[in-house]
Structure formats: C-alpha cells, structure tokens
C-alpha cells in the first residue's frame, strides 16, 4: 500500500509499534454524511449506500461524492461534530509504551480500551521502548532498563513469603502447596513487584475510538509528554484509516507542533527549575495533610441538593417527602434496587440521575501505576500533569503497603529507586532529552494532581475500588474520600460502598459477584472505619 502519513524523522530502536485495525463500519465517513443529511430529509432515513451513490453512473458517482465533502467540510468548519461519532474504529496495538497509554490513550474520557495487566501477567523483562538513542546514552539507558527488570524478578520472588502470610490470614483452611494459592501468590507478589519496572514497559491492547477521536488524537498528538511515539503510533492508526476511507481526508487536520501547543509554549515560558519543582511538590504535598487524596472542595449543600432533585423526579412537596426521605430513596439499596446490580444502569435511570448534581474535587498523589487504574474511571476526570516537569529531578515515588512489612524489602526498594533515578540523571547530563529519559521513571513515581467528580459517577467508583480486590492505592484514595465525604454529607457518605455491602442491602445475591475471585473477608459486615489491607 502507499504510504499516507510521513514518516517521523526519528523512530525508536526497541521493536516497531504494530496497529492493525481490526473492526470498523463498512463505510464510515459515507455513514458520516448520511446521518448529517438525515437530519433535515423529509423522505425519512438517508443511508451511506445513496450518499455514496451506488447504483449510479459514475459521472453522477462523482457528482455526489463532490457534494459529500463540501458538505463534510462545512459541518466540520462550523463544529458541527457529532456526525462524526457515530463510526468507530477498534484498533489492535502492540509494543506500545505505558507512558504513552498514560499520557495520551487513557488521558480523556471518550475511548474503550482491553489492556494487558501488570497485576495479573509477569512482565516480559525484553519488552520495553528503546528511544532513539546514540550508542553511549543507549548502553546508559539498556543498563538502567535491566536493572529494573531485575529487581523486578528479584521483588516477585522475594515477595512471596509475605504475600503468602497474608493470603493464608485471609484463607485459613486453603493449602498453601494448592494450585489456587500459588497463583495468587504469584499474581499479588508480581503486583507489588512491578512498580520498579519502568513506564518504558511494552504493552498490547485492543483501543476504540470514535472518528471524531481520531482527528483529535492526530491534531494533539504531538503534545506533552511522549510526542514521538504517540506521533509514530497515532500516525500508523490515521494511515490504517485512510488506507480503508480515504475520504477522511477532506477534513484532516495536520498535527500541531510540539512546539505550537499551548502546554509547550507555557511551560518554556516558566523557565522552570530544579528549585520550583522541589517548591512545587513540597507545596502540595504539605496541603495533602496525611491523605492520599483529599477532599478540596464540595457542593455546600449537596445532600439538599440531591433531595430536592429526588423530590422534582416524582413532584412530591418537602412537606411529603423529607430530605432524609428522598436521600434514602436514591442511595439505599433496598430502595434504589438499581445499585444492586451488576450492570450500571443509574445513568438510565430518573431517580438515580438525582445523584448529578452533588459533586466533589479531591487532591490526590498516587504512583504512575496507580492512576494507570484510577485514570480509567473516565468519568471522575483529573488534570494530570506534564510528568517530566516535576519527577525527574530527585527520587519521587510510592512505596507499597507491602513493602512496608519488610524493612530490608522496603531498605532494598528504596535503594532501587535511587539508582533509577541516578541512571535518568546520568542521561540527563549526557545530553538525552527530557522526553526520553522520562521512560526510565518507575512505575512507583508519584503523580500529583486534582480530580473532580459527581456523585453519580463517583458512587460508581467507588463500588469498584472500595472491593478489596482493587488495586491497593486506588482502594486506600477512595477509602479517605468516603470517610471526608461522610464528614461533611454523612447521609451522603454511608452508602459509598462496595459492590458486596451495596448487594447485601439490595438483598442481592451472591453478596459477592466475584465468584472464584472472592477476596476472602466478610466487607460487607464491616464498617468503613474498620476497612483495612496489605495484599
């Protein structure tokens, strides 16, 4: 096939990011222009078959594919943009960086992705993004790579002694020589082991985007903080489209600069320095006062709020239905039969839509593998930052509950993050940009930022990660915002649960949907105050 997009001048030396696209409607943009068309036809439903003209002669052909595009453009110019959405395209990427899934692919809310997980597959130590690198700075960079993914393997063994202790206190009668206890011992050990491999690591996923994503994704994907690599995969995504609908290039947009976008221009407006960013993270870290993520601000009257909305859903005065009343009515379980089950289906519903207008912002400081998880609840966004502008100076990173039970462990964790960071130094002087040395940073590097939610969507996340089974820090984020919540909105704050408790209130049953994955305590006895885990 020819080739459609120009080829960055740099490529990386690690194995080339492969993008295949797999699924996608059969003529995505004539599909485009016929729900655009349908909007004002009087003679009912315009199909992508009469915009593209089938059955005629084509000079006709022609003449309607010229009208297409005049169309396509005039809409587009105007912003007119939803007829673009319609069409998705299911991509199947490999070899593709976990700081550029971080950084772009999993940076807004309007995608669905199907990722290999570090938690539950042992990380391959030869799959990692090799930067463009001259030979010393490439030595530099495969040393510092190895060393990570040894200590990665050391942690995973070395972990299984307290992994299994735990699992043991949780699953008494298990046989700790039975095939289900070594897995998970495995699996648990590997999890916590994998924050010291780098955000360099290799991953495989199926990604699906509407059109108008796309376009997105191509105009700004030379932006912060890995432009070339997210050039060179969303270049290969945006040729696999053109190569299947050429037409998408009446109204493609050539990517910005990196140094035309606007984070580019203000943060080297900055003049930024070790000093600030020191100044910065301290800052921060200070107005954290202990939590892992605090509460910042909220809807003063939230709970009144959600009442009254409740009240406006059946017309039912205060004087009928009590704030106490209509809160119950949204929030219980036994009442609200639709946070029982197991398919979401509150934003369908009248009563459950109540719970929109509460909403709260959290500051928050997790690892970058942590918001790898927190990240995907793509409804409770944040504003993540430029991450080289504030970690690589010193060594910066979360250490593992786990760890914390093993004071050599957490002695020889610290020491491998040191030389992770001396290694980004050495780079660094070396003369290795910013943007590259950034792929040596452990997955353990902390990321700072703010997270806004409403209740709705809020209620949902924490149904997910308020399980024991969820990732440690994303469990341990959202334990501290349920019990701020309860402080301030206590009628509010008591039904942010998990999925059991939620279930036990509903009368669902099992209490637990985990099946075989049942994690092994009883939450659904328990307060939240009395929430507590290491594994």
Not at 63 to 86: F, P
Not at 127 to 144: F, G, H
Not at 415 to 440: C, H, P, Q, T
Not at 445 to 471: G, I, P, W
């Amino acid at each position: 096939m020819p080739q459609l997009i120009e080829t960055p001048s740099q490529n990386f030396l690690s194995a080339e990011p492969k993008v295949t696209l797999v699924n996608t409607f059969a003529k995505p943009f004539d599909n485009a222009v016929a729900t655009a068309r349908t909007c004002y036809s009087s003679k009912g439903i315009i199909t992508a078959e009469q915009v593209a003209g089938e059955g005629l002669d084509e000079e006709k052909r022609e003449e309607r594919r010229q009208k297409r595009d005049e169309l396509v453009r005039s809409i587009y110019k105007a912003g007119h943009h939803t007829t673009l959405q319609h069409a998705s395209f299911q991509f199947a990427l490999e070899n593709v960086s976990r700081q550029f899934i971080w950084s772009f692919l999993h940076s807004h809310p309007f995608y669905n992705s199907e990722q290999v997980s570090q938690r539950y597959v042992t990380v391959n130590p030869t799959q990692m993004a090799m930067p463009p690198l001259e030979r010393e700075t490439a030595k530099a960079y495969l040393s510092a790579i190895a060393l990570q993914t040894q200590a990665y393997e050391e942690f995973t063994e070395a972990l299984k002694p307290l992994v299994e202790r735990e699992y043991l206190a949780r699953f008494r009668h298990a046989d700790p020589q039975g095939k289900k206890v070594l897995t998970a011992v495995q699996k648990k050990s590997q999890e916590v082991a994998r924050y010291v491999l780098p955000v360099a690591t290799f991953a495989y996923l199926y990604h699906t985007v509407s059109g108008l994503t796309l376009l997105r994704y191509w105009r700004l994907c030379q932006t912060f903080d890995a432009p070339l690599e997210q050039r060179i995969v969303v270049g290969k995504m945006v040729e696999a489209v053109l190569n299947e609908a050429p037409e998408y290039r009446a109204i493609l947009e050539q990517p910005l600069a990196f140094e035309a976008t606007a984070e580019a221009q203000i943060y080297e407006g900055f003049h930024a320095t070790a000093a600030t960013h020191k100044a910065f993270r301290q800052e921060f870290d200070a107005s954290l006062g202990g939590y892992i993520s605090r509460l910042v601000d909220y809807s003063k009257d939230g709970e009144g709020m959600l009442a009254s909305a409740v009240r406006e859903v059946f017309g039912m005065p205060s004087s009928a239905l009590s704030d106490d009343q209509a809160i119950e009515l949204a929030l219980n379980p036994a009442k609200n039969k639709y946070l029982g089950e197991t398919l979401n289906v509150t934003t369908h519903s009248k009563l459950s839509r109540a719970l929109f207008h509460p909403h709260y912002t959290f500051r928050k400081k997790i690892s970058h593998t942590g918001d790898s998880q927190d990240q995907r609840h793509r409804m409770t966004p944040a504003s993540r930052p430029i991450l080289h502008a504030l970690t690589l100076d010193e060594p910066d990173y979360i250490v593992p509950v786990l760890l914390k039970q093993d004071k050599a462990l957490e002695r020889r964790f610290a020491e491998v993050m040191n030389k992770s960071w001396e290694a980004i130094g050495k780079l660094r002087e070396m003369g290795v940009s910013d943007e590259f040395a950034s792929y040596l940073l452990p997955n353990a590097v902390a990321v700072r930022f703010t997270e806004s939610a409403d209740l709705l969507n809020l209620h949902h996340k924490h149904a997910m990660r308020l399980c024991y089974n969820a990732q440690e820090e994303i469990w341990q984020a959202s334990v501290d915002e349920a019990q701020q919540i309860r402080e301030v909105h206590p009628r509010i704050g008591k039904w942010l649960l998990p999925p059991c408790s939620l279930r036990a209130f509903a009368g669902t049953l099992p209490k637990c949907p985990e099946g075989d994955r049942f994690c092994g305590v009883v939450v659904w006895k328990k307060d939240l105050n009395e929430y507590q885990r290491v594994i």
